[in-house]
Structures are given as structure tokens and as C-alpha cells.
């Protein structure tokens, strides 16, 4: 997200929020438009901004999903390997 065109930004305590230009693109055109501000300067999320923050979000949640499969795939091998290896020592894993 692009920072404001100009550190102006008209406040409206009552709201915590300010209005200020930005220049970007908003629904195919490129221009300065007025935005939403919050307390630190920054601009608050366009509704098309703030679905494609949780599509993202969505996304790393699934790799993390992914991951965490992987991770316990592999634990599940080696255990399994490791159990193997105890039977061939004459040696039963699950009275251990």
C-alpha cells in the first residue's frame, strides 16, 4: 500500500480516524483519492485490500497446514523405522 501524497490529514478525534490523499490504484484507476487514516498515518484497508490480506492469510495458514502434515509424516517414519529396528534386535517396541 502506497503512503499518503501529503503528511495533511484532517482528524476527526470523535472518530480516531483522519482523511487524507493518496495516490494509487483504486478500482482500475490510478489517481489521488481520499483515505482513511488511522491514529499512526497509516491508510486503513480498502475492502478489496483487506480480502486480499486474508486470501494471503488463508494461503500461509494452509502452508502451515501443510507443514505441520509433513513434519508429523516424517516423526511417524521414523518412529516406524526405529521400531524396526528395535524388532530386528529381538526387541518389541510396544512392551518398551
Not at 480516524?17 to 491514529?39: K, P, S, T
Not at 499512526?40 to 480498502?46: A, D, M
Not at 495458514?61 to 528395535?86: G, I
Amino acid at each position: 500500500m502506497k503512503q499518503p501524497l501529503t503528511t495533511k490529514i484532517l482528524w476527526f478525534p470523535e472518530l480516531q480516524l483522519g482523511l487524507g490523499l493518496w495516490e494509487g490504484n483504486y478500482d482500475g484507476l490510478e489517481r489521488q483519492w481520499l483515505r482513511w487514516h488511522d491514529v499512526n498515518g497509516q491508510c486503513l484497508p480498502t475492502p478489496m485490500e483487506r480480502a486480499e490480506q486474508e486470501r494471503q492469510r488463508a494461503v500461509q495458514a494452509e502452508q502451515q497446514v501443510w507443514l505441520e502434515r509433513q513434519r508429523a509424516s516424517e516423526a511417524v517414519q521414523r518412529a516406524d523405522k526405529l521400531a524396526a529396528k528395535l524388532r530386528a534386535l529381538g526387541l518389541d517396541p510396544e512392551e518398551l
